[in-house]
């Protein structure tokens, strides 16, 4: 059984510089066959094709054909004559393992008209993978090294599946393992410089990226509209791609070179920032809790934590990144926010939850764990199903040496939404404070408040 997908979608890019050739992008047809049972019945979630299909717009270049087949000979033999047929390059990830439903190999070879035949300097590299881990390589693991004879390795430097490209048709193909990480490094330091070496002349392609929460994928592309006539000659692209609770805004610009295709995106760069303005809360590579421990490691502060309903994840965002240890003192988590006052010494003062409740929580948090600064996060979750107008109502307090800042926020659309929503919301009214700017600032993603139910700054 095969399941094809055609990506029609306008090129979008996410990360900057690649010398690519000019043009390379528009001439080159690229399919992408992802194989396994687990992927096809969807037990699976099928990350490894975004990320193939994501990458390759970085560089400039476009899927033309996305391709499912599960672990059966005849089909994915099928699905390679296919793909040989109607592209110039072929991406096939998975299928490469050692056990019997990992197919790949023997089907290229198939597909290429080559015998399979083993490869020694592949498994005497196996081999050696196993001796420095001190761990026997069971028989079923030579299977890896069984290559079809045409094939050029693809280096695998993590793992045990060794990567292959080939000629079937008029296609080149390049097999990837399954296991993420080793698809990733496989991708970008084997497959796409190959790619990349098969076109010509070289241009420059630049990306600039804004990360903004708080507007809605419309409301950034109206505020954005006709940003790209900035540009000299037209050459800034403008992209968006939408992963709630954050929006990520692409400027992408191709020049002769690196100098030239930064003066072309200046204009355009400043704009976008004066137009999304505080609702930019990293660029490029950063993250928004990046730009919380910058700003934190800044001021020479520390953060406590107390969080409800979000199951850490404020935490889990900031705990783990470098230099936290510096910064990151303690986080108290439960599903109920009368657990955090008891765990607090606030037993006797807790009542109902409201704005003042989470600044005494964030107070009483700073104070235990010895910081500087604390984020109290507390959420009254709906009763009942998901619904269309299913909620939560977030309290939020931050809580400084003599000063502080509050504010209450109804965020609708669904139990897993109001989280996601509740822990960037925090994090961002952190940045904000941090950085001295307004936390009051409405977002699009919670409904309007009246009277003096929505913000305050606390003293």
Not at 189 to 203: K, M, N, S, Y
Not at 327 to 336: D, G, I, K, P, Y
Not at 415 to 430: N, T, Y
């Amino acid at each position: 059984m095969l399941l094809w997908t055609a990506s029609l979608r306008p090129r979008k890019l996410a990360r900057p510089l690649f010398l690519v050739p000019a043009l390379f992008g528009e001439r080159m047809r690229i399919e992408v066959i992802c194989t396994g049972d687990e992927v096809l019945s969807g037990k699976i979630v099928n990350s490894n094709f975004s990320h193939i299909s994501q990458r390759l717009e970085d560089v400039g270049l476009s899927v033309r054909w996305g391709t499912t087949v599960g672990d059966d000979r005849e089909s994915l033999l099928l699905a390679f004559r296919l793909a040989a047929g109607r592209a110039d390059a072929v991406i096939v990830n998975g299928g490469l393992g050692p056990t019997v439903d990992d197919l790949s190999q023997e089907v290229a070879a198939k597909a290429a008209g080559v015998d399979l035949v083993p490869n020694e300097e592949w498994l005497a590299r196996m081999e050696e993978f196993f001796r420095r881990r001190n761990r026997v390589m069971s028989p079923n693991n030579r299977k890896q090294a069984m290559l079809p004879s045409s094939a050029e390795i693809l280096d695998n430097p993590i793992g045990t599946a060794c990567g292959f490209a080939l000629d079937i048709g008029g296609a080149r193909f390049f097999f990837t393992p399954g296991v993420p990480r080793e698809l990733y490094r496989m991708l970008d330091e084997q497959v796409i410089p190959r790619l990349l070496g098969r076109a010509g002349a070289p241009a420059v392609i630049y990306l600039k990226r804004f990360h903004t929460y708080g507007l809605g994928e419309s409301h950034v592309d109206s505020l954005l509209t006709g940003v790209e006539e900035l540009a000299p000659d037209g050459s800034v692209k403008l992209g968006f791609r939408t992963h709630y609770p954050q929006i990520e805004t692409k400027l992408t610009v191709r020049g002769r070179d690196m100098d030239e295709a930064k003066r072309k995106l200046e204009p355009v760069e400043t704009e976008v920032r004066r137009r999304l303005g505080n609702f930019v809360v990293a660029e490029d590579g950063e993250s928004l809790e990046g730009v919380v421990l910058a700003a934190l490691r800044q001021c020479r502060g520390s953060l406590a934590l107390a969080e409800t309903y979000t199951g850490g994840q404020i935490a889990a965002r900031l705990a783990p990144l470098p230099g936290a240890e510096e910064v990151f003192r303690r986080a108290l988590v439960s599903r109920q926010p009368a657990e955090l006052a008891r765990a607090l010494g606030l037993d006797g003062e807790f009542g109902e939850i409201t704005r003042e409740t989470a600044e005494r929580v964030a107070e009483a948090a700073r104070l235990r764990a010895g910081a500087s600064h604390a984020l109290a996060v507390l959420i009254e979750i709906d009763d009942g199903p998901d619904r269309i107008d299913f909620g939560g109502n977030v309290h939020l307090a931050i809580a400084a040496e003599g000063r502080g800042a509050s504010r209450r926020s109804r965020i609708l659309g669904g139990r897993e939404w109001v989280r996601l929503g509740a822990v960037e919301l925090g994090l961002d009214c952190l940045r904000r404070f941090l950085l001295g700017l307004p936390v009051s600032e409405r977002v699009d993603f919670e409904r309007r408040e009246t009277g003096n139910e929505g913000h305050r700054a606390a003293r």
